[in-house]
């Protein structure tokens, strides 16, 4: 069952992503700049406001509404949601206060209330484990926010109506699975329930909030330092690399965490030290090559997935945010289970407030003085000291080993499969999707040729001890 419904999930992320890559593609050839970038700063406003609106019954609904015998909660989630969507007019004056004009805070707030009912839809579906349920409602939204963006840009190409259409798709949505997640649900306002779900969604809440700013701070100062065209190419590219970088990881990653709580509850200290061990070499040997790689042919990348007018700024600014995103990936995926494993939550909030302020100050300075390219050197400086905050932090809290020995020779093989695919690129007179593919190539067969050499993760061992199961599998058959 537990491969069925990740299989399932993961089936629904990689489509929801393709459609995602369709639909840059598509809205950076059919938008100009200035209207793709006021899209994606409402874009960006709607996310950090919808976590306002939802984060407070995620814990709920997981502990309640997962159990088949549980109390019906979604009378209490529905009216607190509703009490949530009263903060509208504040978050508008925040949007007003960022710099969005009018039109475009009226319809990020739109959306982000879509969003959070689209959201609070699929929770209540996904925990009562309807994987396929949960499927149908993404990849109608992904199509939805699609074809409703196509349709704006041929009738009125604005950012306004484009934030307007992503707001009737995620709507759209919710609608198709309503039935299944609220049919028979009594609306009721228990003072005494929502003041308990305040309390204890809090932490979360405000943990959420943190890291969305984080996610959203240099595209707003780009907006107001330099504008909103600027803000648009900038973040088609950040965008590209943050959807083909990051799923890999956050699939590796996402067995760590609950092993290691498993592990040391039935092993001890020692036992889970070893295993985190081994998760942070297999982690950074998927990430590190995968962003290298990405960074050698980012130009290459934008010119087949942007619109002419996105290429050159997402050339430039790709490859240092390729770099980020290595110590992103380490910093939330490896270096912050030590503050679950300790128990410290509020060390999630110093280290996401650290880079807040981080990318503030660094966003603010750089960027005046070098545009789009000191947004992303920003980027990679909040992101270099989010991961070093982290890494302090981690020594206050449960000790996890950083096998330095094991890493640098991942480091080793991952540039030089990275000046491997580079000087290939310099002599390669190819079109760009030929390029891709054969740069995509030579790297991948570099690195796996010294991960043999190495033994990178134990690759040796593990193809070895892989051969000799499928032998042994073979035999019985055959036998």
Avoid at 18 to 34: A, E, K, W
Avoid at 291 to 303: E, K, Q, R, T
Avoid at 372 to 389: E, H, N, P, S, V
Wanted: hydrophobic letters at 60%.
């Amino acid at each position: 069952m537990l491969i069925g419904q990740a299989s399932i999930n993961l089936a629904a992320n990689a489509l929801s992503a393709l459609l995602g890559l369709l639909s840059v593609f598509i809205f950076t050839r059919l938008f100009s700049p200035h209207d793709y970038g006021v899209y994606l700063l409402g874009v960006g406003f709607a996310s950090v406001f919808c976590v306002c609106l939802v984060s407070w019954f995620r814990n709920l609904i997981l502990s309640e509404h997962a159990r088949s015998d549980g109390a019906d909660v979604r009378g209490l989630v529905l009216s607190g949601y509703f009490i949530c969507c009263l903060s509208a007019p504040i978050a508008y004056g925040a949007a007003r206060l960022v710099g969005l004009d009018n039109t475009t805070a009226l319809a990020a707030v739109v959306l982000a209330i879509a969003i959070g009912l689209f959201e609070l839809t699929q929770d209540l579906i996904r925990a009562r484990l309807m994987a396929v349920a949960v499927m149908k409602a993404t990849l109608v939204r992904a199509v939805g926010v699609l074809c409703l963006g196509g349709l704006v840009a041929f009738v009125s190409p604005t950012g306004f109506w484009l934030l307007l259409s992503s707001a009737a798709a995620y709507l759209l949505a919710a609608l198709v699975q309503s039935r299944k997640a609220w049919r028979g649900t009594v609306l009721r306002f228990d003072r005494a329930g929502l003041l308990a779900v305040a309390k204890t969604g809090l932490p979360l809440t405000l943990s959420i909030f943190l890291l969305g700013i984080s996610t959203v701070t240099d595209r707003f100062m780009i907006a107001n330092l330099v504008g909103a065209a600027d803000a648009g190419k900038y973040v088609a590219g950040l965008d590209l690399v943050r959807q083909t970088l990051m799923l890999p990881a956050m699939s590796a990653a996402a067995a760590f965490f609950p092993m290691a709580v498993q592990i040391r509850a039935s092993e001890g200290d020692a036992a889970v030290r070893s295993h985190l061990s081994d998760c942070v070499e297999l982690l950074l040997s998927i990430t590190l090559p995968a962003c290298l790689g990405f960074a050698m042919i980012s130009a290459h990348v934008a010119n087949i997935i942007l619109g002419a007018d996105f290429r050159e700024t997402a050339a430039q600014t790709m490859p240092i945010i390729a770099v980020a995103v290595v110590f992103q990936i380490l910093t939330q995926q490896y270096l912050h289970a030590s503050f679950l494993l300790s128990g410290r939550n509020s060390f999630y909030l110093i280290n996401t407030a650290t880079i807040i302020v981080a990318n503030l100050i660094l966003s603010y300075v750089l960027i005046s003085h070098y545009g789009t390219l000191g947004a992303a050197w920003a980027r990679l400086g909040a992101d270099g000291i989010g991961f070093a905050c982290a890494l302090v932090l981690s020594r206050f809290a449960f000790k996890i080993p950083l096998p330095l020995g094991r890493l640098a020779l991942i480091m080793i093989a991952g540039l030089v499969m990275a000046l491997t695919v580079a000087a290939l690129d310099r002599n390669l007179q190819v079109a760009d999707l030929t390029a891709c593919i054969a740069l995509a190539a030579a790297g991948f067969v570099t690195y796996a040729a010294l991960c043999w050499l190495f033994d990178i993760a134990r690759l040796r061992s593990r193809l070895k001890a892989a051969f000799a199961m499928f032998r042994t599998k073979l035999a019985d058959i055959n036998g």
